[in-house]
Structures are given as C-alpha cells and as structure tokens.
C-alpha cells in the first residue's frame, strides 16, 4: 500500500449519526448484545467515515462481566454494583461463563461475511481490566483503590491478574476462530504503575495474550497509554504493531520502539475541534514520518471524542488517504 491505513480508535459510538440515532431507539446494551445490531454498527464507520477496518462493537467490560460482574450501562458509562476492592478474597468469588461472550461471536460472525476491510477483535489488558473489576469506574483518572489494593494484597491481585488474563485469552482465541483479521489489546490505563511494576507484573501477561493471537497468525497491536519512557520494552516479543498516546511524540517513539516493531497513532483527538488549516498542517507533520517508516497505521493518540464535528473527522481521514 502506497498510503497508510487509516482508523479510529471509538469510531463507531461516539460521532456517527447513524449511531446517536440508533441509540434513541436501543440501549448500549442492547446494541452490544444483539448480534445483528452490534454488526450493523460496526460496519457504519466504514460506511460513512470510509476507515479502513472495522473495529468490533462491543466493550473491554465484557470480561468481568464473563465472569460474573454485574454492570449497569448508565448515561454516563458503565456502573459496577460491586467492586471487588470491597470484598474478601474476590478471585473465590469469579466464576467464568464462556457463554457470556456468544453474542459477540455471533456479531463477529455476521461482519465477517459482509466486510470488505479487516476486522479488529480487541480486549482489555489485564491491568485495565482489573482496574474496572477493583475500583468500578474512577471519577479520578488514575484507579486510587484499585492501587492501593495492588499494594495491600499482592498474591490476591495476581492470582486475579492470572484469571483476567486466562480467560482473555480464550475470548481471543475465540474471535480469531470467529473471523478477525487483527487483534488490538487495550491498556488504557499503563500509566498508573511505576514502569518496573508494570514490567514485572502486567506485560508478560500482556505478552502471554498476544502470543497466543500471534501464534495463530494473527497480528496484534498493543495499545499501552501513558506508559512514557516504558515504551522501550516493547519489542517484537511483546507484538506487531505498538499505539502511541496523543502525549508521546512518535519520532520519540519511534526511536524507543524496536523497529520490527510497526506504529500506530497518534493525533491529539482534540485536534480534530480545531478548524481544517490547523489539521492539515498537523497531518502534514506525519508526512516525513511516513516515508521512513511504512509501517504505520495512522489513527488517533486515544479514542475519538464524543462532541467532535463529523465534518473534521471525515477531512481527517481523507487528508492522510491523500499520503
Ligand atoms: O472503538 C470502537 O468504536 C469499538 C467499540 C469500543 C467500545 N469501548 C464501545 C463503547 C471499544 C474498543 C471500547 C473499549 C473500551 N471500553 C476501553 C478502552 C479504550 C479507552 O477508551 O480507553 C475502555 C476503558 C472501556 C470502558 C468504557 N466503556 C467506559 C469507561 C465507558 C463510558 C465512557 C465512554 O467512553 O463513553 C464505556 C462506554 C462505551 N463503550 C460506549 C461505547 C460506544 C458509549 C456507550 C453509549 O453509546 O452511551
């Protein structure tokens, strides 16, 4: 390919008309659940932002939920009814329902038939996952008592670590059987541990899903935000393709990332509320880039926002297919 791909990172919920009008009809819940729906709108950003790959909809939440997490899907995002940093001995409490992820292989079925693009399945990391299962979800950004219960309860946190990462594995292994072309690991949340906890306890896990996609010739791209200098552990052992947040700059990154190793980012998804002048000149800045380094995909350095005009999207995306 003479240009590089292009997608986004939350391309399917949050911007699309097509979405929002779906959503007054169906919960979140409802469009995840149902296969047919969840299908639907995982085709439209390829449809109407012409990406380049189709991005399953569903959540990272699905894991806890698989293991018997009970979460409510407010307005505001997802409610855990019961924190597992609130109880005792938590990991006795889990117990794995592969059945729970049905309607994602379902959808993943219906989109393989029909796309046109790959098609990415996706996970949380282990961490980011425990996160949610330990805290619910943080008004502060940085997951304080799932820390502290890191810190106050070590071989419970990895024997817990041990069962997320167990059973996202089997969900991979799942959607590679379920038709995915690509599989991205979601760490949102690599910057809340020192980077010798994080590689010590988190990446070999990380490494561990990965392997397991990888070996049955999937590519995988890890997405470790935040992480900062920690960006030189990621060698080709850990995966194919390693997204940069919006705070890193990829000619640094790309200097601490082993070269086998592919790039995939990184815009400020602010960007896309300045006015088409601004945007053009940043996407320009990549364009140097591109050239000494083919293997990038280009994307955004986080998920997509909710309020960004659809029209600075879609001029975005065709800005970088004019590489
Ligand atoms: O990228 C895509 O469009 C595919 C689908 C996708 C969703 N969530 C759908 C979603 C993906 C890849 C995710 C990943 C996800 N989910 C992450 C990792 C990426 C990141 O943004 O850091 C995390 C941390 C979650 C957990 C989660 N899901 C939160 C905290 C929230 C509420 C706030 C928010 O981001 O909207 C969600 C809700 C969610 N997940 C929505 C969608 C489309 C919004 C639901 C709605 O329509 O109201």
Same mark, same amino acid.
């Given at each position: 390919m003479k240009r590089p791909p292009v997608w986004l990172m939350? !391309?399917?919920?949050?911007?699309l008309p097509r979405y929002r009008k779906l959503r007054e009809t169906y919960s979140f819940r409802e469009l995840m659940e149902t296969p047919q729906l969840a299908a639907d709108v995982t085709l439209m950003p390829v449809e109407d932002l012409k990406v380049d790959a189709a991005i399953i909809f569903s959540d990272i939440l699905t894991v806890p939920e698989a293991l018997g997490m009970e979460i409510e899907w407010t307005d505001h995002g997802p409610k855990f /009814?019961?924190? /597992?940093?609130? !109880?005792?001995? +938590?990991s006795e409490k889990l117990k794995f329902d592969g059945g729970k992820f049905q309607h994602v292989y379902k959808a993943l079925d219906i989109v393989a038939e029909k796309k046109n693009v790959p098609l990415i399945g996706f996970c949380g990391a282990p961490l980011t996952t425990l996160c949610y299962m330990l805290q619910g979800v943080s008004s502060k950004q940085n997951f304080p008592e799932a820390k502290k219960f890191f810190y106050q309860n070590p071989l419970e946190t990895e024997k817990l670590l041990d069962l997320v990462t167990e059973v996202s594995i089997e969900y991979a292994l799942q959607q590679v059987k379920h038709g995915i072309d690509v599989f991205q690991i979601f760490e949102s949340n690599a910057g809340i541990l020192p980077e010798d906890f994080y590689k010590e306890k988190i990446l070999p896990r990380v490494k561990r899903i990965a392997e397991k996609v990888r070996s049955k010739g999937v590519p995988v791209i890890f997405f470790p935000k935040g992480i900062g200098t920690g960006l030189n552990m990621i060698t080709y052992e850990v995966c194919d393709f390693a997204g940069i947040d919006w705070q890193t700059s990829i000619f640094q990154a790309r200097k601490m990332i082993d070269k086998q190793v592919g790039l995939q980012g990184n815009f400020d +998804?602010? /960007? /896309?509320?300045?006015?088409q002048e601004i945007i053009a000149k940043e996407v320009e800045k990549y364009k140097p880039f591109f050239e000494e380094n083919p293997n990038w995909i280009a994307n955004l350095g986080h998920g997509v926002l909710a309020e960004t005009p659809l029209e600075n999207v879609k001029f975005f995306i065709e800005k970088i297919k004019e590489f």
């Open positions: 939350r !391309q399917a919920g949050r911007v /009814l019961t924190p /597992l940093s609130e !109880q005792k001995n +938590p +998804p602010h /960007l /896309l509320f300045a006015n």
